[in-house]
């Protein structure tokens, strides 16, 4: 299998793309990994170091910036590295690409160069957002789309299905709708009419879930438009940056607190661990009939090696025909 990899794309790059690469390359032989950039920078962070067998090099002479317009940029930088690697899953030299670029860039390309599958209305984001078990839950959509009907709602529901059970190995993965309230009738006007539309799809749907319940793990995938799921996300990740800076604080206030740190420390790092979203690497852009996968744009190289691992099990798990297959199946019913 070939994993096309931006390696311009993220706050870090290209120096911890590459190092991840490495990781993976290392991890995984029967992976091939083509890093699509500027070669000669790419080279010189390779100085004196030998290229594995499973690691080659795609120049691509330009790069769409974490500002630009996404639009804008993908259809006039045809030499981007993001539009390269998109480009070889559209032609079937890659199997998945991996970028920590350009979020909206990235949503772009897996629309206007790689395409939709066949009967998806609107692609969703779909991460990880962790849980207090460990496992996380698959969160859809989380930005691709600000705006959406009952309908796209019920198409992340049946991708989000599929994703959980050919890439986790989750058989009745349970499925629940993000509300303010538990109750069926609770919610707005695109929440009341989705409900029923799920009740009826052929997915485990368990009904309602509250934010606040998110890291109880108490379902495995949450269902919500792109504007509430953002929001979701960011309150998430700044809740989690405030606690950790403020035990720090905390635990370095005094000799005796920095004692106390030492022997908690074990059990914390375990707990940032849960929270720490490297350990999932990558979040798959589902309805793009292509593997596409956005890094999160602060990944270290263990986050990239990460986003190999996913791409790999999405791949050997046909992720995208069966999908394809899923929503074709409801579009004849």
């Known amino acids: 299998m070939r994993i096309a990899i931006d390696a311009m794309g993220g706050d870090h790059a290209p120096q911890v793309v590459v190092e991840g690469a490495l990781l993976a390359a290392a991890e995984w032989s029967d992976v091939q990994l083509v890093l699509v950039g500027d070669q000669p920078r790419m080279e010189q962070l390779l100085a004196g170091r030998r290229l594995p067998a499973n690691v080659t090099l795609h120049h ?76 996380g839950v ?45 109750e069926a009738m609770k919610g707005n006007e695109l929440t009341k009419h989705a409900y029923p539309l799920l009740e009826q799809a052929p997915i485990q749907f368990i009904g309602n879930v509250e934010a606040r319940d998110v890291l109880n793990a108490d379902c495995d995938v949450i269902v919500c438009d792109g504007f509430v799921g953002n929001i979701l996300l960011k309150a998430m990740e700044g809740t989690a940056g405030a606690i950790f800076s403020a035990l720090k604080s905390e635990f370095t206030r005094s000799t005796l607190s920095k004692l106390a740190a030492a022997i908690l420390k074990p059990g914390l790092s375990r707990f940032k661990k849960k929270l720490d979203y490297s350990e999932h690497g990558a979040a798959p852009l589902l309805g793009i009939n292509g593997l596409v996968l956005k890094s999160h744009g602060s990944s270290d190289a263990k986050a990239i090696k990460n986003g190999v691992r996913q791409a790999r099990i999405a791949i050997s798990n046909h992720l995208v025909q069966m999908i394809a297959t899923e929503i074709s199946g409801k579009k004849e019913e």
């Open 138 to 182: 698959l969160a859809l959509d989380l930005g691709a789309n600000m705006d959406a009907t009952p309908d796209n709602l019920l198409q992340y529901a049946i991708m989000g299905s599929v994703y959980r059970r050919q890439v986790h190995g989750i058989a009745k993965p349970r499925i629940a709708l993000l509300n303010v309230g538990s």
């Open 60 to 135: 691509a002479a330009d790069a769409i910036g974490p500002e630009e317009e996404p639009v804008k940029a993908v259809r006039r930088k045809k030499d981007a590295s993001m539009v390269v690697a998109g480009r070889l899953v559209r032609e079937g030299q890659a199997d998945a690409m991996i970028s920590a670029g350009n979020t909206g860039a990235l949503m772009t390309t897996g629309l206007l160069i790689v395409g939709r599958i066949p009967g998806i209305e609107r692609p969703a984001l779909a991460p990880m957002l962790p849980t207090m078990d460990g496992k």
